[in-house]
């Protein structure tokens, strides 16, 4: 008998697990609008010379518009508390000045350029009105902290907006925000396997947010998951028991499209141009 000192406590453990992975029970219902389209990541961009239309660029949500593909961007805030339209935390990457967006206020801002583009980082109100409803959007909130305070700015703006829209972020606690305070937007939860990265290998935090364990507070609506970690176990778990709505990101070749068009519903892409539906 003394094998059940084990067994039981085990299951109890992974009980617990599988009730605190569990999505909502109406992704699949609640994504309908955003299914038949491909989503340009960061807009249909080109982050190479003649740089005529860099990565989260007015220049780069147009093509896209024009090509009929759905759009993928970010958003963060300003020092002065503007939504803005930009990726990384830091600007040195694309603009070269090694601080972040947030030291910035955005006419300051407005002096940086996109690579070496004319191109300015957007207003999210700016990028709004130029879709203007014409294409899905997928909103990925940037919150590697405050997430209340990103997300309450970025609602106050999407509510002004009529188009189909949804918001992921890597932060549980900006998509429980939004599953506590607004349920009726379509919400996701971006996952990796953190530990893959140096940065994060080893904190304790990262290992509970690759296993998806704050599913229990934010109920995303869909999974948005690295293709190239997606025979882990905590999304193999998920997707087998739950059947969420999941969205591959990011398909950068043919070969990435072929391999994982019949595993995600919805496809994030880069670098290639897959076949328009609408």
């Known amino acids: 008998m003394n094998y059940l000192y084990v067994l039981i406590p085990l299951f109890i453990l992974i009980l617990l697990y599988l009730i605190c992975i569990k999505p909502s029970s109406h992704g699949k219902q609640k994504c309908t609008p955003l299914m038949g389209w491909f989503y340009a990541h960061r807009g249909l961009h080109e982050n190479a010379s003649p740089f005529n239309s860099p990565e989260n660029s007015l220049e780069a949500f147009k093509r896209a518009i024009n090509s009929g593909y759905g759009i993928e961007l970010d958003v963060q805030l300003t020092k002065d508390k503007k939504v803005v339209v930009f990726h990384d935390d830091n600007l040195s990457r694309i603009c070269g000045i090694d601080k972040a967006i947030s030291d910035f206020t955005y006419d300051e801002l407005r002096q940086f350029r ?133 969205v591959a990101w990011a398909v950068r070749s043919d070969d990435d499209y072929i391999n994982n068009k019949d595993e995600f519903d919805l496809i994030i892409f880069e670098n290639i141009q897959p076949g328009v539906t609408k």
């Open 114 to 246: 996109l690579l070496s583009s004319n191109c300015i980082i957007p207003l999210f109100n700016d990028v709004l009105q130029l879709i203007n409803g014409k294409v899905p959007l997928i909103v990925e909130i940037k919150a590697p902290s405050k997430a209340d305070e990103i997300s309450i700015y970025t609602v106050k703006i999407l509510d002004t907006y009529k188009g189909i829209y949804c918001i992921e972020s890597f932060n549980p606690l900006s998509v429980a925000w939004f599953c506590k305070n607004r349920p009726d937007i379509i919400r996701g939860q971006l996952c990796d396997k953190f530990w893959n990265f140096p940065e994060y290998r080893g904190k304790l935090l990262y290992l509970i947010l690759q296993n998806m364990m704050f599913n229990i507070i934010a109920k995303p609506h869909f999974i948005a998951f690295n293709i190239k970690n997606k025979n882990s176990i905590p999304y193999r778990i998920i997707k087998f028991l739950y059947k969420p709505c999941t």
